[in-house]
């Protein structure tokens, strides 16, 4: 609802300009300038947090009158702003995003490009700013300066690295003002960088933050660096016996995108929320927690990271000819785990054409040993720039919704889980793309997944034993026993998977997926 709130607001701005002031006319960037400089500041909040503040319309409104009557009309430029972005394309962004700062050296210097968009005949030749910064980490090396005509420039900033001593996301601006006695803000150069925590031997690869207290809608941050070698990452949130907690916890991979949502809910007995990541992406991941905005007051809980370095280096197919895995210790710690292993389901993919069609529908039934469906739909980057949305929606045989979601990014699951009591069930999936224009030409890929619910048991052995020792470097084969799956659909892959458990307190440690060819 921001941004129609937004627009309201600017419409009521400008409906109050033209009456007031009836023979100006106003810039739309001007008063969007207006309401960014009348927001309110939110305290504990970075500019990446809530932008320029929360929206104060009769501020707005006094901000705006004083640029009308300053005639700053007649002197409003726009400019464009980018930086060095690493993580964008060819390095580039709207302003200066660092992942991960932990390579920064003492006193590093970067470059903001500044550009003007407009430049109007009478001040065309040049135009003088002075600027200032409002962190004491982001330096820049000038004071003052200008820009001739229509040419670009370089503006170097300093980043203090001695300022950037705890693990976090540093935010500040560099603000330009106009060099005259308007003091007008012309344009800001915003820096962000990241210092993750390090996961390495020194701290065997974990890491814990405990007595984490969070007031209701509070979101605290945690960057983690993923380890070299590391083949899964496991997170614990708990809760403390004697406190309440109602605490999500969001996962973004290091591109931004969200991987994985967690409640943990104490009114519900819920004692810890535990997931295994095993498919990592190199880079730092965004670990959010935040306290519930329905919570009934604050929130206490416990959070731990952890990572492994046990890495399957064989084919994770399993049949009669290929019964055995290896594995590799890629951390220089020895690792000691019982190891046992479960068939949990089978899965199956799609590729979906759709040639000038706007739907598509996938029936599919689910049996009464089925525990639940998940279908992972996704399309390319390309494809997903064709949609203004892509509504999923599975329906019974009546025709009723049962489950309903959409892309968001380039990839959804959805998800439907087996409490009807019958035999078996018809239902549908449907998938709905809503295009900018008429209907293209979009390639879809969904992945089924069926889970059972009576998961089947095998064993997995290290010379004989369900115990083996990992050694740094060091390569040993496990060998997995199991009895063949009955009645599995055609073209469907048998799936289970792997579980390392702690040999002193039994609790897994890593979860290893994999395949079955009967």
């Not at 701005?13 to 500041?41: C, H, M, N, Q």
């Not at 910064?133 to 004071?143: G, T």
């Not at 997995?460 to 026993?481: A, G, I, K, M, Q």
Request: charged share 25%; aromatic share 14%; net charge positive.
């Amino acid at each position: 609802m921001a941004s129609p709130y937004s627009v309201g607001v600017m419409s009521l701005l400008l409906s109050a300009a033209r009456v007031e002031y009836p023979d100006v006319k106003i810039p739309s960037r001007l008063i969007y300038k207006a309401i960014e400089e009348g927001a309110t500041k939110m305290k504990g909040y970075d500019y990446v947090d809530q932008g320029s503040g929360y929206i104060n319309v009769m501020k707005a409104w006094k901000v705006l009158k004083k640029y009308i009557k300053s005639n700053q009309v007649s002197k409003f430029e726009t400019y464009t702003v980018s930086s060095f972005a690493p993580n964008m394309p060819s390095n580039i962004g709207q302003s200066l995003y660092i992942r991960n700062g932990s390579f920064i050296t003492k006193n590093q210097v970067y470059n903001f490009t500044v550009k003007r968009n407009n430049t109007i005949n009478k001040y065309k030749f040049f135009r003088t700013y002075r600027l200032k910064s409002d962190s004491d980490w982001l330096l820049p090396l000038k004071r003052k300066t200008y820009i001739r005509n229509n040419q670009a420039i370089r503006l170097g900033v300093k980043i203090d690295k001695s300022k950037l001593t705890k693990p976090g996301l540093y935010n500040g601006m560099i603000h330009a003002y106009r060099a005259d006695r308007s003091k007008f803000p012309e344009f800001d150069m915003m820096a962000t960088v990241v210092i993750p925590y390090e996961f390495n031997e020194a701290n065997k690869y974990t890491q814990s933050w405990d007595n984490i207290q969070l007031k209701p809608g509070e979101l605290r941050r945690y960057f983690i660096q993923v380890p070299a070698g590391a083949t899964s990452m496991k997170i614990k949130m708990s809760s403390d016996p004697k406190a309440y907690t109602y605490s999500w916890y969001f996962l973004h991979e290091p591109d931004g995108r969200q991987k994985d949502v967690a409640i943990l809910n104490s009114d519900n007995d819920d004692k810890d929320v535990v997931r295994y990541y095993s498919d990592l992406t190199p880079g730092v991941y965004e670990l959010d927690v935040l306290g519930l905005f329905r919570a009934n007051g604050l929130s206490t809980c416990n959070l731990s990271v952890e990572f492994s370095g046990v890495n399957m280096i064989d084919d994770n197919v399993l049949s009669n000819d290929h019964n055995s895995i290896k594995f590799v210790n890629e951390f220089n710690e020895m690792k000691r785990f019982s190891v046992s292993g479960k068939i949990i389901g089978y899965q199956k993919d799609y590729t979906i054409k759709l040639d000038g069609k706007d739907y598509y529908k996938i029936p599919f039934v689910l049996k009464k040993d089925e525990a639940a469906k998940t279908f992972k739909v996704s399309i390319s980057k390309e494809d997903f720039n064709k949609t203004t949305d892509f509504p999923m929606m599975i329906y019974d045989s009546t025709g009723k919704s049962v489950a309903i979601d959409g892309l968001s990014y380039d990839s959804k699951s959805i998800s439907i889980r087996n409490s009807f009591g019958s035999d078996s069930a018809k239902f549908s999936l449907v998938l709905r793309p809503a295009f900018a224009n008429a209907p293209e030409n979009m390639t879809i890929f969904v992945k089924e997944t069926t889970s059972l619910k009576n998961k089947e048991p095998f064993r997995v052995l290290h010379n004989n034993s369900p115990r083996v020792t990992f050694y740094p470097s060091v390569t040993e084969e496990l060998n997995c026993y199991y009895k063949p799956l009955t009645n599995v659909p055609k073209d469907a892959k048998p799936y289970g998977k792997i579980y390392f458990k702690n040999s002193s307190n039994d609790k897994a440690e890593l979860e290893i997926p994999v395949f079955f060819k009967f």
